[in-house]
């Protein structure tokens, strides 16, 4: 488990290149007195890490011969790599260093009608949950095992799915349009009864990529059957745990917004109050306020 390596040149590439991209960003919007925090950007590095693990440790090596291994990896680069990416906050980490001229850049493509479909909770949560079905029950499964290209593109594709997932909802980052976290909560509720059903599917349904691993010819370890059943627990049960700490954050953010909105009804009810009792005010010049005075004015 723990001296088993490979080299992924897929998740390698991706890895430098967002590293890089990031340390880069996050150097230039501190040095403009920007930075978003180093406990964020902790984040995005664990979420680096998990990605090296998931992809080039024991992990990726026997995600290629268990099922279950293999269900774990899609569990990582689906969930647990970009929920730890999206708090780091990238796209603030880009806007804050690429100056005014960039920034503004940066929000007119995220004001245009693709960004707004693309980023909307209901799109990136329809993508995250179809995702796993389609890659459980369609031929891109063996796909993905047998085909290099097809299993390093699948690999990051997982991790930029669910990049947008938490992007849209979290709404930590600059976004297209802010959503009420309710609506999130919901779809969340939504979301964990197609992840148990997608659970029941694998754990009772036919046995899948069944002449992939019959040519594996492995001797040891649990038979396809119980491997599969392995897998559906991993996808069902810890998914619900990993999904935890999303949840939690999606309560927090609720909470905020709340605040926020009491903050701007009270300023509200302020400003009515202010507006009242100007208009309650006695307007005109003080004489026409006396009834005498001003039936005497008015006669004159």
Same mark, same amino acid.
């Given at each position: &488990?723990?001296?088993?390596?490979?080299?992924?040149?897929?998740?390698?590439? $991706?890895?430098?290149?967002?590293?890089?991209?990031?340390?880069?960003?996050?150097?230039?919007?501190?040095?403009?007195?920007?930075?978003?925090?180093?406990?964020?950007?902790?984040?995005?590095?664990?979420?680096?890490?998990?990605?090296?693990?998931?992809? &080039?440790?024991?992990?990726?090596?026997?995600? @290629?011969?268990?099922?279950?291994?293999?269900?774990?990896?899609?569990? +990582?680069?689906?969930?647990?790599?970009?929920?730890?990416?999206?708090? /780091?906050?990238?796209?603030?980490?880009?806007?804050?260093?690429?100056?005014?001229? /960039?920034?503004?850049?940066?929000?007119?493509?995220?004001?245009?009608?693709?960004?707004?479909?693309?980023?909307?909770? $209901?799109?990136?949560?329809?993508?995250?949950?179809?995702?796993?079905?389609?890659? @459980?029950?369609?031929?891109?499964?063996?796909?993905?095992?047998?085909?290099?290209?097809?299993?390093?593109?699948?690999?990051?594709?997982?991790?930029?799915?669910?990049?947008? @997932?938490?992007?849209?909802? *979290?709404?930590?980052?600059?976004?297209?349009?802010?959503?009420?976290? *309710? &609506?999130?909560? *919901?779809?969340?509720?939504? =979301?964990?009864?197609?992840?148990?059903?997608?659970?029941?599917?694998?754990?009772?349904?036919?046995?899948?990529?069944?002449?992939?691993?019959?040519?594996?010819?492995?001797?040891?370890?649990?038979?396809?059957?119980?491997?599969?059943?392995?897998? $559906? /627990?991993?996808?069902?049960?810890?998914?619900?745990?990993?999904? *935890?700490?999303?949840? +939690?954050? +999606? &309560?927090?953010?609720?909470?905020?917004?709340?605040?926020?909105?009491?903050? =701007?009804?009270?300023? =509200?009810?302020?400003?009515?109050?202010?507006?009242?009792?100007?208009?309650?005010?006695?307007?005109?010049?003080?004489? =026409?306020?006396?009834?005498? +005075?001003?039936?005497?004015?008015?006669?004159?």
């Amino acid at each position: &488990m723990f001296a088993t390596w490979q080299l992924d040149p897929f998740s390698v590439a $991706a890895v430098v290149v967002l590293a890089v991209g990031y340390a880069w960003c996050y150097r230039r919007a501190r040095n403009a007195g920007r930075p978003v925090g180093a406990a964020r950007a902790g984040c995005f590095w664990v979420g680096m890490a998990v990605w090296v693990l998931a992809t &080039m440790s024991a992990v990726g090596v026997y995600a @290629y011969v268990l099922f279950w291994v293999r269900a774990l990896q899609v569990l +990582l680069l689906l969930y647990v790599v970009p929920l730890f990416v999206a708090q /780091g906050k990238p796209v603030t980490v880009l806007r804050d260093a690429v100056g005014p001229a /960039g920034r503004a850049r940066v929000d007119r493509l995220l004001a245009t009608p693709v960004a707004r479909l693309l980023a909307h909770p $209901a799109t990136t949560s329809l993508g995250l949950l179809a995702t796993p079905w389609l890659l @459980y029950l369609t031929p891109w499964y063996t796909a993905a095992l047998d085909n290099d290209w097809v299993g390093g593109l699948t690999r990051i594709l997982l991790v930029a799915l669910g990049f947008g @997932y938490f992007y849209a909802r *979290l709404q930590e980052d600059p976004v297209p349009h802010r959503y009420p976290q *309710l &609506m999130s909560l *919901l779809i969340s509720v939504a =979301e964990a009864l197609g992840d148990g059903v997608l659970g029941l599917v694998l754990w009772q349904g036919s046995l899948i990529g069944v002449a992939y691993y019959a040519a594996l010819q492995r001797s040891w370890g649990p038979d396809q059957r119980l491997d599969q059943t392995i897998g $559906a /627990g991993v996808l069902w049960i810890l998914g619900d745990v990993v999904g *935890l700490p999303f949840v +939690l954050l +999606l &309560m927090r953010a609720l909470s905020r917004d709340e605040k926020a909105h009491a903050v =701007e009804v009270d300023a =509200e009810l302020d400003r009515a109050e202010v507006d009242e009792a100007q208009e309650a005010q006695p307007s005109g010049l003080w004489w =026409e306020n006396d009834p005498q +005075l001003r039936e005497r004015f008015r006669r004159g």
